[in-house]
């Protein structure tokens, strides 16, 4: 790793098999995506599909922790969600104005660039509190941004990848970003009463306990134990691939549409 990067003695906790991370993110988002498209009446496919953006955004930790070449890493996700709004539009009936995840995971990226320790700010404490202005004002940037671009999961996606990086080096610290931001983002989302026929609804202690948790933002919290618990193997795949497959996904999800 460049010695430039200043962070990178610092040890990365959790899974960094981001390589099967990544296909299980897309299998769950191309569940989430069956489920708002082909199958409404299904609505567990929906609450799975929660579970996908959390391990993108792990995913996406991951790669700038290790990457040489941060804005190389910014311009191919640039790239790709530029490449798959089309399909994005045609498949899942949206419009310009509604990007895909990877402009998300774009201003997610520059945020992460924002809020990164440069070696200058080490060099004295006016240093240090320019250093620290110029990152929060970097990173309000990029979450003012997912907001004017109508960006998937808009500033709430920013600001998950930003946390999560923050807490990068510590199991705990990524468990309690996980807890405390999944419980704010179910807080206005719909309540789910059921799993595949299994009822959800509880009374006394155990309903105020788990209440919080049953509405369908905070399922997300399902995604903690795949980002927690590091795997020995990961699965190396050529970049094409682990970047051609979010488009791919697309296109086959248009595919099914027109046949079903």
């Not at 960094?16 to 296909?23: C, D, H, R, S």
């Not at 990457?67 to 798959?84: D, E, F, Q």
């Not at 202690?205 to 795997?231: D, E, F, H, N, Y």
């Amino acid at each position: 790793m460049a010695n430039s990067r200043s962070l990178r003695a610092a040890p990365l906790a959790g899974n960094t098999a981001t390589g099967a991370l990544k296909l299980i993110a897309l299998c769950f988002m191309m569940i989430d995506h069956m489920g708002k498209m082909l199958f409404p009446q299904v609505p567990e496919m929906r609450i799975l599909g929660r579970i996908a953006f959390p391990l993108y955004a792990w995913c996406m930790v991951v790669g700038f922790h290790y990457t040489r070449n941060p804005w190389r890493y910014a311009l191919r996700i640039l790239a790709v969600g530029v490449v798959s709004q089309p399909l994005y539009m045609l498949a899942l009936n949206h419009t310009w104005r509604e990007p895909n995840i990877f402009l998300t995971l774009f201003f997610a990226l520059l945020g992460l660039m924002a809020v990164e320790e440069k070696p200058w700010e080490r060099d004295g404490l006016s240093r240090r509190v320019l250093g620290r202005l110029g990152a929060a004002a970097g990173l309000v940037l990029c979450l003012c941004a997912a907001v004017w671009f109508g960006c998937d999961y808009g500033w709430r996606g920013v600001l998950l990848v930003t946390l999560l990086y923050a807490a990068r080096g510590s199991r705990p610290a990524l468990a309690a970003v996980m807890v405390a931001f999944c419980l704010y983002w179910g807080t206005n989302s719909s309540t789910v009463a059921s799993f595949f026929g299994l009822s959800l609804r509880f009374s006394g202690a155990a309903g105020t306990l788990l209440s919080p948790w049953l509405r369908l933002q905070a399922l997300a919290i399902l995604a903690l134990p795949l980002m927690l618990v590091p795997w020995k193997r990961d699965l190396r795949l050529p970049a094409w691939v682990g970047y051609g497959i979010y488009p791919a996904h697309l296109a086959m999800l248009w595919l099914l549409e027109q046949l079903l």
